[in-house]
């Protein structure tokens, strides 16, 4: 018997992010895929996430999932930084409220703080019609909107070409706009959580007791 196994252009799964998780070890969702618009504008989350090397995930709802990009660096205001941005697994819509320690012998294992979190929209437009995420997305050409507590304006995400095994590299960059600024660094001014107001080096310290 064949099974055929559906590529990345298909509708989306959450299987890979199920595959890498105990649920009963993790406090991390479960999750299902949840389409509710049409395609346009969505919620985005920011996590940073200490594990083996701090990063920032960067996700967008896209046709019912979170599509993720992990950034080491995280964003930035100045349009001149190109902030390289990895492609990482679909997670389910509940992830955008997690926050919390991901136990130790577990996939990702460490801190997670919800760094922003609110909505975005496409603002890629083609002869004055905004293209749907989706086609962005295969496209490998994002261009949106963000309207967080810490990000508002314009980014783009891009894709490279290059990969490191099935994981796509992108850049992220702050696109020219009365938001962007080169001299404000917002990830050092801004550590604190969106949503309990603490920062990774508070939930180290949980950790330690
Ligand atoms: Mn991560």
Redesign the pocket.
């Known amino acids: 018997m064949f099974f055929l196994i559906m590529g990345g252009c298909g509708m989306p799964t959450l299987k890979k992010y199920k595959s890498k998780r105990d649920f009963s070890k993790t406090n991390e969702p479960r999750g299902a895929v949840k389409k509710r618009n049409k395609g346009e504008t969505g919620l985005f989350v920011i996590q940073q996430?200490a594990?083996r090397a701090m990063?920032y995930?960067v996700r967008l709802e896209i046709d019912g999932v979170l599509v993720s990009w992990?950034v080491p660096k995280g964003p930035s205001m100045n349009p001149a930084d190109k902030r390289l941005a990895i492609q990482t697994d679909d997670h389910p819509m509940e992830y955008a409220k997690f926050e919390g320690i991901i136990p130790e012998g577990n996939y990702?294992a460490g801190p997670v703080i919800v760094w922003d979190r609110g909505t975005y929209r496409s603002i890629k437009e083609k002869d004055g019609v905004v293209i749907p995420m989706k086609t962005c997305l295969k496209n490998r050409h994002i261009e949106i909107e963000f309207h967080g507590k810490k990000l508002q304006g314009a980014f783009a995400l891009i894709g490279t070409g290059d990969a490191v095994g099935e994981k796509s590299h992108w850049l992220l960059i702050k696109m020219h706009d009365e938001y962007a600024d080169a001299r404000r660094n917002i990830i050092k001014s801004h550590p604190e959580s969106v949503k309990s107001g603490l920062t990774i080096k508070d939930l180290k310290k949980k950790l330690k007791k």
């Open positions: 996430h594990a990063h995930d992990a990702g």
